[in-house]
Protein backbone atom coordinates (compact mmCIF):
# COMPACT_ATOMS: atom_id res chain seq x y z
CA UNK A 1 0.00 0.00 0.00
CA UNK A 2 3.16 2.06 0.99
CA UNK A 3 4.65 1.92 -2.48
CA UNK A 4 0.96 2.88 -4.20
CA UNK A 5 0.32 5.77 -2.42
CA UNK A 6 3.94 7.22 -3.24
CA UNK A 7 3.51 6.37 -6.97
CA UNK A 8 0.27 8.07 -6.54
CA UNK A 9 1.87 11.23 -4.89
CA UNK A 10 4.41 11.47 -7.82
CA UNK A 11 2.25 10.85 -10.82
CA UNK A 12 -0.09 13.49 -9.22
CA UNK A 13 2.91 15.72 -8.56
CA UNK A 14 4.58 15.46 -12.21
CA UNK A 15 0.87 15.56 -14.33
CA UNK A 16 -0.37 18.56 -11.96
CA UNK A 17 2.84 20.73 -12.92
CA UNK A 18 2.36 19.00 -16.33
CA UNK A 19 -0.99 20.34 -16.49
CA UNK A 20 -0.51 23.71 -14.94
CA UNK A 21 1.99 24.75 -17.39
CA UNK A 22 -0.67 23.89 -20.01
CA UNK A 23 -3.35 25.63 -18.58
CA UNK A 24 -1.03 29.24 -18.23
CA UNK A 25 -0.59 28.94 -21.49
CA UNK A 26 -4.23 28.84 -22.41
CA UNK A 27 -4.72 31.73 -20.53
CA UNK A 28 -1.96 33.81 -21.85
CA UNK A 29 -3.36 32.56 -25.44
CA UNK A 30 -6.82 33.78 -24.40
CA UNK A 31 -5.72 36.72 -24.41
CA UNK A 32 -8.47 38.33 -21.97
CA UNK A 33 -6.56 39.03 -18.72
CA UNK A 34 -4.07 37.46 -16.72
CA UNK A 35 -3.62 36.37 -13.01
CA UNK A 36 -1.40 38.73 -11.15
CA UNK A 37 2.41 36.83 -11.29
CA UNK A 38 1.43 35.98 -14.99
CA UNK A 39 0.32 39.79 -15.98
CA UNK A 40 4.14 40.19 -14.04
CA UNK A 41 6.32 37.21 -16.06
CA UNK A 42 4.45 38.42 -19.05
CA UNK A 43 5.57 42.44 -18.37
CA UNK A 44 9.04 41.05 -18.22
CA UNK A 45 9.00 38.88 -21.40
CA UNK A 46 8.22 42.56 -23.06
CA UNK A 47 10.84 43.84 -21.83
CA UNK A 48 13.27 41.66 -21.95
CA UNK A 49 12.83 39.37 -25.00
CA UNK A 50 13.19 36.26 -22.99
CA UNK A 51 10.68 33.83 -22.74
CA UNK A 52 8.07 33.72 -20.54
CA UNK A 53 9.00 30.44 -19.55
CA UNK A 54 12.34 31.01 -18.68
CA UNK A 55 11.13 34.38 -16.80
CA UNK A 56 8.74 31.87 -14.89
CA UNK A 57 11.60 29.44 -13.59
CA UNK A 58 13.24 32.86 -12.25
CA UNK A 59 10.45 34.59 -11.13
CA UNK A 60 9.66 31.24 -8.92
CA UNK A 61 13.44 30.50 -7.60
CA UNK A 62 13.68 34.64 -6.79
CA UNK A 63 10.44 33.71 -4.91
CA UNK A 64 11.93 30.93 -3.07
CA UNK A 65 15.17 32.62 -2.18
CA UNK A 66 12.76 34.74 0.19
CA UNK A 67 11.90 31.78 2.00
CA UNK A 68 15.30 31.46 3.62
CA UNK A 69 14.63 34.60 5.91
CA UNK A 70 11.31 33.37 6.67
CA UNK A 71 13.00 29.95 7.88
CA UNK A 72 10.68 28.34 5.43
CA UNK A 73 11.88 24.63 4.19
CA UNK A 74 10.81 23.80 0.27
CA UNK A 75 9.70 20.01 -0.67
CA UNK A 76 10.65 18.45 -3.79
CA UNK A 77 7.49 19.44 -5.04
CA UNK A 78 8.64 23.13 -4.78
CA UNK A 79 11.55 22.65 -6.54
CA UNK A 80 9.86 20.81 -9.10
CA UNK A 81 7.28 23.51 -9.49
CA UNK A 82 10.19 26.37 -9.70
CA UNK A 83 12.05 23.84 -12.76
CA UNK A 84 9.03 21.95 -14.51
CA UNK A 85 6.23 24.88 -14.99
CA UNK A 86 7.74 26.88 -17.09
CA UNK A 87 9.23 24.85 -20.02
CA UNK A 88 5.88 23.18 -20.33
CA UNK A 89 4.66 26.88 -20.43
CA UNK A 90 7.23 27.54 -23.40
CA UNK A 91 6.45 24.24 -25.50
CA UNK A 92 2.56 24.48 -24.95
CA UNK A 93 2.59 27.93 -26.45
CA UNK A 94 4.30 26.80 -29.47
CA UNK A 95 1.23 24.56 -30.38
CA UNK A 96 -1.55 27.54 -28.62
CA UNK A 97 -2.44 30.18 -30.66
CA UNK A 98 -5.36 33.07 -29.98
CA UNK A 99 -8.60 32.62 -31.03
CA UNK A 100 -9.76 34.98 -33.72
CA UNK A 101 -13.14 34.95 -32.48
CA UNK A 102 -13.60 36.58 -28.52
CA UNK A 103 -16.36 34.04 -27.31
CA UNK A 104 -13.43 31.49 -28.35
CA UNK A 105 -11.31 33.39 -26.90
CA UNK A 106 -13.29 33.13 -23.49
CA UNK A 107 -14.10 29.74 -24.27
CA UNK A 108 -10.53 29.18 -23.81
CA UNK A 109 -9.79 30.98 -20.69
CA UNK A 110 -12.39 29.04 -18.67
CA UNK A 111 -10.98 25.89 -20.52
CA UNK A 112 -7.64 27.03 -18.86
CA UNK A 113 -8.84 28.52 -15.84
CA UNK A 114 -10.57 24.76 -14.77
CA UNK A 115 -7.29 22.94 -15.96
CA UNK A 116 -5.44 25.22 -13.69
CA UNK A 117 -8.02 24.21 -10.94
CA UNK A 118 -7.66 20.79 -11.56
CA UNK A 119 -3.78 20.74 -11.78
CA UNK A 120 -3.50 22.76 -8.86
CA UNK A 121 -5.64 19.95 -7.24
CA UNK A 122 -3.37 17.55 -8.60
CA UNK A 123 0.26 18.83 -7.08
CA UNK A 124 -1.13 20.10 -4.13
CA UNK A 125 -3.14 17.23 -3.34
CA UNK A 126 0.38 15.03 -3.93
CA UNK A 127 1.68 17.00 -0.33
CA UNK A 128 5.54 17.04 -1.52
CA UNK A 129 5.15 20.88 -0.74
CA UNK A 130 3.13 24.05 -1.78
CA UNK A 131 4.16 26.13 -4.58
CA UNK A 132 6.92 28.86 -3.81
CA UNK A 133 4.32 31.95 -4.17
CA UNK A 134 2.05 29.78 -2.17
CA UNK A 135 5.41 28.88 0.70
CA UNK A 136 5.90 32.88 0.70
CA UNK A 137 2.51 33.78 2.22
CA UNK A 138 2.52 31.05 4.93
CA UNK A 139 6.21 31.67 5.39
CA UNK A 140 5.32 35.16 6.48
CA UNK A 141 2.28 34.52 8.21
CA UNK A 142 4.42 31.82 10.59
CA UNK A 143 7.26 33.98 10.94
CA UNK A 144 5.45 37.41 11.61
CA UNK A 145 1.50 36.55 12.40
CA UNK A 146 0.63 38.77 9.41
CA UNK A 147 -2.46 37.63 8.16
CA UNK A 148 -2.19 35.65 4.70
CA UNK A 149 -4.61 37.11 3.24
CA UNK A 150 -3.15 40.41 3.93
CA UNK A 151 -0.08 39.32 3.24
CA UNK A 152 -1.17 38.02 -0.50
CA UNK A 153 -3.47 41.03 -1.03
CA UNK A 154 -0.35 43.58 -0.74
CA UNK A 155 2.12 40.85 -2.84
CA UNK A 156 -0.05 40.57 -5.74
CA UNK A 157 -1.37 43.86 -6.18
CA UNK A 158 2.39 44.69 -6.28
CA UNK A 159 3.21 42.31 -9.23
CA UNK A 160 -0.20 42.95 -11.22
CA UNK A 161 0.59 46.77 -11.07
CA UNK A 162 4.24 46.15 -12.21
CA UNK A 163 3.57 44.08 -14.49
CA UNK A 164 0.47 46.06 -16.19
CA UNK A 165 3.10 48.97 -16.02
CA UNK A 166 5.65 46.82 -18.25
CA UNK A 167 3.22 45.67 -20.71
CA UNK A 168 1.42 42.32 -18.90
CA UNK A 169 -2.39 42.03 -19.95
CA UNK A 170 -4.72 42.86 -17.70
CA UNK A 171 -8.57 42.36 -18.09
CA UNK A 172 -11.78 40.98 -17.50
CA UNK A 173 -10.07 37.73 -17.35
CA UNK A 174 -7.75 38.95 -14.52
CA UNK A 175 -10.95 39.80 -12.21
CA UNK A 176 -12.70 36.51 -12.90
CA UNK A 177 -9.58 34.47 -12.05
CA UNK A 178 -9.49 36.50 -8.66
CA UNK A 179 -12.97 35.62 -8.21
CA UNK A 180 -12.89 32.11 -9.38
CA UNK A 181 -10.18 30.50 -8.90
CA UNK A 182 -10.44 29.77 -5.02
CA UNK A 183 -13.91 28.48 -5.29
CA UNK A 184 -12.36 26.15 -8.00
CA UNK A 185 -9.47 25.04 -6.03
CA UNK A 186 -11.79 24.56 -3.08
CA UNK A 187 -13.69 21.67 -5.11
CA UNK A 188 -10.89 20.11 -6.51
CA UNK A 189 -8.10 20.21 -3.52
CA UNK A 190 -10.42 18.13 -1.26
CA UNK A 191 -11.04 15.26 -4.06
CA UNK A 192 -7.54 14.81 -5.41
CA UNK A 193 -5.14 15.00 -2.19
CA UNK A 194 -3.61 11.69 -1.28
CA UNK A 195 -4.27 10.40 2.22
CA UNK A 196 -1.78 9.83 4.85
CA UNK A 197 -0.81 6.84 5.88
CA UNK A 198 -2.83 5.43 9.49
CA UNK A 199 -1.26 4.06 12.13
CA UNK A 200 -1.89 0.46 12.55
CA UNK A 201 -5.04 -0.96 14.80
CA UNK A 202 -4.45 -3.52 17.50
CA UNK A 203 -5.36 -6.84 15.35
CA UNK A 204 -4.64 -6.07 12.02
CA UNK A 205 -2.65 -8.47 9.93
CA UNK A 206 0.40 -6.28 10.38
CA UNK A 207 0.33 -6.67 14.13
CA UNK A 208 -1.16 -10.23 14.86
CA UNK A 209 1.20 -12.95 15.52
CA UNK A 210 1.62 -15.27 13.15
CA UNK A 211 1.13 -18.97 13.58
CA UNK A 212 5.09 -19.52 12.27
CA UNK A 213 7.45 -20.03 15.05
CA UNK A 214 10.13 -18.11 13.02
CA UNK A 215 7.89 -15.03 12.92
CA UNK A 216 10.16 -12.25 14.24
CA UNK A 217 7.45 -9.67 13.98
CA UNK A 218 6.54 -7.81 17.71
CA UNK A 219 3.09 -7.74 19.21
CA UNK A 220 1.40 -4.62 20.29
CA UNK A 221 1.20 -5.16 24.15
CA UNK A 222 -0.60 -1.79 24.77
CA UNK A 223 -4.21 -3.01 24.68
CA UNK A 224 -5.16 1.02 24.10
CA UNK A 225 -5.18 1.87 20.44
CA UNK A 226 -3.24 4.95 19.49
CA UNK A 227 -5.91 7.73 17.64
CA UNK A 228 -4.85 8.63 13.88
CA UNK A 229 -4.13 12.24 13.65
CA UNK A 230 -5.79 14.44 11.62
CA UNK A 231 -4.66 14.96 7.70
CA UNK A 232 -2.85 18.77 7.50
CA UNK A 233 -4.20 20.67 4.56
CA UNK A 234 -1.31 22.07 2.73
CA UNK A 235 -1.89 25.66 1.48
Known amino acids: MT ?11 LVGLALYGVAVALLIEANVGLDPWTVFAQGLENQTGWSIGLI ?35 LAMLVIETPAEWWMQWLMFFGGLALLALA ?10 PGPRDGLMTGAHARFGWKIWKVRTVVEL ?78
Do not use: C, H
Not at 120 to 129: D, E, P
Open 3 to 13: SRRLLRRWTQL
Open 56 to 90: VVIIGAGVLLLWIPLRQKPGIGTVLNVLLIGPVID
Open 120 to 129: TGFYIGARFG
Open 158 to 235: TVLGTGWLLGGTVGLGTIAFALLIGPMVGVTLPRLRVPEAQPLKPGSAETTPSADPTNTVPTKTDPTPSTPTAPVVLP
